[in-house]
Structures are given as structure tokens and as C-alpha cells.
């Protein structure tokens, strides 16, 4: 090999080793360039975190994030205000009592059998009673607010319903005396006093205690989440 070949293929080594160096510079960069792109994209959300935390903390913050982010930090402490919030809960339904009962329903005479001219019926029911608190009735004179402090007067629990369940409920045997039609309005009768064994073991169980306890604790929470420190809740 001449001396020409030799110095072409020494040149040609040259480029390619410059072609790497280059090729792995660009690579560096575009690394460098990516992470930068990462970091400063974590930061802004650092940042805005920051700056949405000091919004809701008060102190002098609240007020230069209130500026940058133009959020309202102030929210309305009056009376009738938080009676307006707590009144759009409307009936509050906060607890639900199952029960399966038998029931008996009957017609009968005084003086003459039931072979012959009673009407008797079982009825096995299942129903629901349904409790919790009427917000809506709730006034300004049960609500005090001081400063971030709040304490509210709750009206009485009470049943909104009791109902049957009519695909659990079925008349398990009937029995009507041999000179007598079947009453036709037995069966709607027995269901009436079906629901109110229902509601009256549901009062009995505590269904009212229950029901107001959970109220509170509704309330309770709404009243915090509106920025109250001290709330009570009677």
C-alpha cells in the first residue's frame, strides 16, 4: 500500500471518528435538553401547588396568591348564609331500617265460628322505614356564627317513610268461613298495619337517634369544608 492510500484511509477514520463524536454530542444535548424540559415542568407544578395551598392557609400568602392566581379566598361567615347552605340539603335522608315481619289480618263474628263467618289472613311482609332530618326547617335563630366558629341548633328527626317491598311481600295463607265472601279490602288493611309495626320497631330500634347522629355528622363536614375552624353541631 502507497503512501496516498495510506493517508486516505487515516482521513477516512478521522470523519468517522469525528462523525461519532458529533453523533454523541447531539445525543447529550438532546438528553440535556429533555431533562430540562422535565425539571422545569415538575417545578411549575411545585410551584402552582404552592401557590394553591397558600390561597386556602391565609397569612400574607393567601394574599400574593390570591393576586398571581386571582382566586377569591374570602368566603361568607353569616348567618344566613350558612342557613342558606345547610337548607340546600333539603330532607336529609341518613338512615334506613329493613325489617321482615308476619302479620295477621282478620274479619270475625262475636258470636257465630270463624268456620263460618270469619275472614282470616297471614301476610309475610318485608318493608323499610326510611329517617333523617328536614334541613329545610332549619332557621336562622339555630344558627351562631362567630368569626370561623359555627354552632347549629338541628330540627328533630323524623320518618320521611315506611314502605313495603311488594316483591317480598306475599300473603302466606288466607281463610275465609263457608257462608261469607273474602273481604276485598282485608289484604290493603293488613298491609297499613304492616307498615306500622314496621315504622313502630324502627322507632323502638332507635331509628330517630340514628338518623339525627348522622345528620350531624353531614353537617358537621359541610360546615368544615366551607372553612369553619370550630364547628358544633346540636
Request: hydrophobic share 45%; no cysteine; net charge neutral.
Given at each position: 500500500m502507497d503512501e496516498r492510500e495510506i493517508n486516505k484511509e487515516v482521513r477516512h477514520e478521522e470523519r468517522l471518528r469525528t462523525r461519532?463524536?458529533?453523533?454523541r454530542a447531539n445525543r447529550s444535548f438532546l438528553g440535556v435538553k429533555l431533562f430540562s424540559v422535565v425539571l422545569i415542568f415538575v417545578f411549575g407544578i411545585a410551584v402552582t401547588f404552592l401557590f394553591l395551598r397558600a390561597a386556602t392557609g391565609g397569612g400574607p400568602l393567601a394574599k400574593i396568591a390570591a393576586l398571581v392566581l386571582g382566586r377569591n379566598v374570602s368566603f361568607d361567615s353569616s348567618a344566613p348564609a350558612v342557613v342558606e347552605r345547610i337548607q340546600k340539603l333539603n330532607k336529609l335522608e341518613t338512615v334506613t331500617y329493613s325489617v321482615d315481619t308476619v302479620v295477621e289480618g282478620r274479619r270475625d263474628n262475636a258470636v257465630l265460628p270463624d268456620l263460618l263467618f270469619g275472614d282470616r289472613l297471614l301476610l309475610v311482609a318485608h318493608g323499610q322505614t326510611i329517617a333523617g332530618v328536614d334541613l329545610s326547617k332549619?332557621?336562622?335563630?339555630?344558627?351562631h356564627v362567630s368569626g370561623k366558629a359555627v354552632t347549629v341548633d338541628l330540627p328533630a328527626s323524623e320518618i320521611f317513610l315506611t314502605k313495603l317491598d311488594?316483591?317480598?311481600?306475599?300473603v302466606y295463607a288466607r281463610t275465609t268461613g263457608m257462608l261469607v265472601p273474602q273481604d276485598t279490602n282485608l289484604e290493603s288493611e293488613t298491609r297499613k298495619l304492616a307498615e306500622d309495626q314496621i315504622q313502630k320497631a324502627a322507632i323502638s330500634d332507635g331509628i330517630l337517634d340514628t338518623a339525627r347522629t348522622n345528620a350531624r355528622a353531614n353537617v358537621q363536614s359541610l360546615l368544615s369544608g366551607l372553612g369553619f375552624d370550630s364547628v358544633t353541631v346540636r
Amino acid at each position: 500500500m502507497d503512501e496516498r492510500e495510506i493517508n486516505k484511509e487515516v482521513r477516512h477514520e478521522e470523519r468517522l471518528r469525528t462523525r461519532e463524536e458529533e453523533a454523541r454530542a447531539n445525543r447529550s444535548f438532546l438528553g440535556v435538553k429533555l431533562f430540562s424540559v422535565v425539571l422545569i415542568f415538575v417545578f411549575g407544578i411545585a410551584v402552582t401547588f404552592l401557590f394553591l395551598r397558600a390561597a386556602t392557609g391565609g397569612g400574607p400568602l393567601a394574599k400574593i396568591a390570591a393576586l398571581v392566581l386571582g382566586r377569591n379566598v374570602s368566603f361568607d361567615s353569616s348567618a344566613p348564609a350558612v342557613v342558606e347552605r345547610i337548607q340546600k340539603l333539603n330532607k336529609l335522608e341518613t338512615v334506613t331500617y329493613s325489617v321482615d315481619t308476619v302479620v295477621e289480618g282478620r274479619r270475625d263474628n262475636a258470636v257465630l265460628p270463624d268456620l263460618l263467618f270469619g275472614d282470616r289472613l297471614l301476610l309475610v311482609a318485608h318493608g323499610q322505614t326510611i329517617a333523617g332530618v328536614d334541613l329545610s326547617k332549619l332557621s336562622a335563630d339555630g344558627v351562631h356564627v362567630s368569626g370561623k366558629a359555627v354552632t347549629v341548633d338541628l330540627p328533630a328527626s323524623e320518618i320521611f317513610l315506611t314502605k313495603l317491598d311488594s316483591s317480598k311481600t306475599r300473603v302466606y295463607a288466607r281463610t275465609t268461613g263457608m257462608l261469607v265472601p273474602q273481604d276485598t279490602n282485608l289484604e290493603s288493611e293488613t298491609r297499613k298495619l304492616a307498615e306500622d309495626q314496621i315504622q313502630k320497631a324502627a322507632i323502638s330500634d332507635g331509628i330517630l337517634d340514628t338518623a339525627r347522629t348522622n345528620a350531624r355528622a353531614n353537617v358537621q363536614s359541610l360546615l368544615s369544608g366551607l372553612g369553619f375552624d370550630s364547628v358544633t353541631v346540636r
